[in-house]
């Protein structure tokens, strides 16, 4: 690897580690995912673990792709938390999709379909005319919500959230999920890059394809992967080389920006 190839690694871990500290301290954060065309079938949904984590699930519909799949495994009596939102986009002004949430009723298997699941969630934002308007500082993008719930699941097993499209119209919404933020070493990595992504959703455009957005970013997947290794190691050293330095306290995020005033003190 050569110095320009380090110096890029070097800068992007700055600044993943930059918005770490802002991400953390000033705003609401979600970890943000992009369903894809294959997600609209339920054979080959969008899978996400600990619906309690904050989360962000991007999703694309259109008239030969009606619908897009999430699928969760959760137990009796735990709160799914679901925010519905937009981006504020004047073509998507009118725009009102259809959100089911099923559960399975026994273990499924291979090549199933909506009649092995029962509904026990149906969200119709059809009638909705007032719309709140949300600025997500972070990554400087508008949305309107359309929908706020919280739902307590009654059995313990697997769970599907389908969106769909209310009319042939092609169209884009968000799924907010989960209210606890807690970050891995892999999402601080990735951030500048989701960043990137969250930002082409919001445009003024429907083109109804996948968001797959070139990384035309001066760094491919090999030096991300080294951007991930030394992010890792060094979270880890900074959180837990002096563990005493924030007394009573276990929480990582507190051990970095401690860790991180001394440095600077």
């Known amino acids: ?53 904050s989360k962000v699930i991007y999703q694309k519909l259109k008239e030969e792709q009606v619908s897009s799949w999430i699928k969760f495994e959760a137990r009796e009596g735990e709160i799914l938390n679901l925010e519905i939102g937009l981006p504020k986009i004047t073509q998507l002004f009118s ?77 884009k919404l968000w799924i907010a999920i989960g209210k606890e933020e807690k970050f891995g070493a892999k999402e601080i990595a990735d951030l500048p890059f989701s960043i990137k992504k969250v930002r082409e959703f919001h445009k003024e455009d429907l083109i109804p394809g996948n968001i797959e957005i070139e990384e035309d970013t001066q760094i491919n997947e090999f030096e991300k992967s080294y951007v991930l290794s030394i992010a890792l190691v060094i979270i880890v050293f900074l959180g837990f080389r002096h563990p005493a330095i924030v007394l009573g306290s276990d929480n990582l995020v507190s051990r970095v920006k401690s860790r991180f005033m001394i440095w600077r003190i």
């Open 1 to 53: 690897m050569n110095i320009t190839s380090l110096t890029r690694i070097a800068i992007v871990l700055l600044i993943s580690l930059s918005i770490f500290f802002v991400f953390t301290t000033t705003v609401s954060a979600h970890i943000p995912y992009f369903s894809s065309a294959e997600n609209s079938s339920i054979n080959r949904p969008f899978e996400i673990k600990d619906i309690q984590i």
């Open 95 to 171: 725009y009102r999709p259809k959100i089911i949430l099923y559960r399975a009723p026994y273990v499924l298997t291979n090549d199933i379909s909506k009649d092995n699941l029962e509904p026990i969630l149906y969200i119709s934002t059809s009638d909705i005319t007032s719309v709140k308007e949300f600025h997500e500082p972070f990554t400087k993008t508008n949305s309107w919500i359309l929908y706020e719930t919280s739902t307590v699941l009654p059995n313990s097993g697997t769970y599907f959230i389908e969106s769909l499209n209310a009319n042939s119209t092609s169209g």
